[in-house]
């Protein structure tokens, strides 16, 4: 349970309430409220943790719990996980008599469709045959996705999912700054500054670094054969391509050594930890469960080509595809590598950037490795919290004995969003830019050096390159080594030239 600074005298109610009540098992919502005597309304947002509203007495509600759902969906957004263990919890009765009670009120019907929805069960209720529709998600509040009308509980369900998978994110402050920015046109904008032969050779440079920086973020080096095979699956063009089981399954074997590539999903349990010392396993994350993972993968691929078809924001959707992905584990080996492939893979597919163009967002994740570790952890964290019942036999297996599939389906990517569209930001400006920025300039140092002394190009990069390292100037110990045919002259107009055409 979470920490916060609770004025005396204050009454959880909405989700905390809930929570609390039926001693939840779930992952921390981003809002909880409570009421008090002798308060006017107040908001607090804790760093990098919940949002605390206080409410005045005039808020009071009766311990029903589904008042105080009603509340909580009024007020507090959704929390499909916090709902459906409610809804499970309740005797089934008591929902149909509040259903029955406000049989055209708004709650009452999303109520009724979240009910069905997440527990996969009908209650004994006739079809509504009159009344307005409602909307499940806010979509001031919420992204959504493409609408489908209920008409059994008059409701339009636009979550981004179903009930095998249904991600969240909210549009935070945030989220709604980055997106003013537009920073596909920025991209825009930036390539078409520079020659197509400039572009190409950055593009090339850029594929490498993402590929070294993907595998870097594992602690792995990969030799020239395992750098090349990536880089190759970067640059095939995969976005036409039908997100698929099939297509995760190749993209495994193109990714991984054949010895540990698997032909379909996982069966045994995986989990993301170290050895400090033999025996004594220390566990970062927790995998789902082997017998969920082919319900929850079936049910991210069915949510990505709902997100696809909604015309949704593509860095959003890239965080809710890729870092789902990863949160799944679904193999063996290559899991890390692919979450990071599937950013490339939506960002080109819903046409982000030019055909062609890789943001080596990698490399910001590599350079910033504890904000990346932060953000999988304020997943992972909580999580640990959560599952508790397992088991690890001398091999260092692991057996989770636990129900724990719903934690995985429905998970809020707000902030991995406001994350992933950081480290977009930061490689336009950073790597694309930069090292676009880099080239044309280096054309010109080079085009301007060879006026001056008709050097090879082999020998001419490796001058320009140790004038460079060295603040500007040539050592005496290089230009002695490997230039004691130029004259001091030339090296001066070589090193001005150099310094003018860099700044």
């Not at 391509?241 to 993209?251: A, G, N, P, Q, R």
């Amino acid at each position: 349970m979470l920490e916060l600074d609770i004025p005396p005298g204050a009454e959880p109610i909405g989700y905390r309430f809930l929570v609390e009540h039926f001693h939840l098992n779930t992952l921390p919502h981003y809002r909880w409220s409570y009421v008090g005597p002798g308060w006017d309304s107040r908001a607090f947002k804790y760093e990098n943790g919940p949002e605390l509203h206080l409410y005045p007495k005039s808020y009071q509600i009766e311990n029903q719990p589904l008042n105080h759902l009603e509340f909580a969906l009024k007020h507090e957004g959704v929390n499909l996980l916090v709902i459906k263990q409610v809804l499970s919890i309740i005797d089934r009765q008591i929902v149909i008599n509040y259903i029955s009670s406000y049989p055209t009120g708004k709650y009452a019907k999303k109520i009724w469709f979240l009910y069905e929805f997440l527990l996969d069960k009908q209650l004994p209720l006739d079809n509504l045959k009159r009344g307005s529709y409602v909307t499940l998600l806010d979509p001031a509040h919420y992204y959504c996705g493409t609408p489908r009308k209920s008409q059994r509980h008059r409701v339009i369900d636009n979550l981004l999912g179903n009930n095998a998978f249904s991600p969240l994110v909210r549009k935070s402050f945030r989220l709604k700054q980055f997106e003013e920015k537009q920073l596909n046109l920025l991209t825009d904008a930036v390539v078409k500054k520079y020659d197509v032969e400039t572009l190409t050779r950055a593009i090339r440079y850029l594929f490498t670094k993402e590929t070294i920086a993907s595998w870097e973020i594992e602690r792995e080096k990969p030799d020239k054969a395992r750098t090349s095979k990536f880089v190759t699956l970067l640059q095939k063009n995969y976005s036409n391509s039908e997100f698929s089981k099939k297509l995760l399954i190749m993209l495994q074997k193109e990714i991984v050594d054949l010895r540990f590539a698997l032909e379909d999903y996982r069966t045994f349990q995986n989990y993301v930890g170290e050895e400090p010392q033999p025996g004594d396993v220390l566990v970062h994350y927790i995998t789902p469960r082997p017998e969920d993972i082919a319900d929850l993968m079936e049910g991210l691929l069915k949510s990505a080509l709902r997100m696809f078809s909604s015309s949704m924001d593509a860095i959003v959707v890239a965080s809710v595809l890729s870092f789902g992905f990863v949160f799944m584990h679904p193999f063996w080996d290559g899991n890390g590598r692919i979450h990071r492939f599937l950013i490339h893979y939506t960002l080109s597919k819903l046409k982000f950037s030019s055909d062609g163009i890789v943001f080596p967002v990698s490399a910001v994740m590599l350079r910033e490795h504890r904000e990346y570790d932060r953000i999988l952890e304020s997943f992972s964290y909580p999580l640990n919290l959560l599952i508790r019942d397992y088991q690890m036999n001398e091999r260092s297996e692991m057996t989770v004995l636990q129900e724990t599939s719903d934690y995985y389906k429905y998970i809020d990517f707000t902030l991995i969003a406001e994350y992933l569209y950081r480290c977009v930001e930061k490689t336009i400006h950073t790597d694309l830019d930069k090292e676009l920025d880099f080239l044309s300039r280096y054309d010109k140092i080079k085009s301007t050096v060879k006026q001056l002394v008709d050097l090879p190009d082999r020998e001419l990069d490796l001058l320009i390159r140790c004038i460079q390292q060295n603040q500007g100037l040539l050592s005496k110990r290089k230009r002695d080594a490997w230039f004691s045919m130029l004259s001091d002259k030339e090296i001066k107009l070589i090193e001005d030239a150099i310094n003018n055409t860099s700044t």
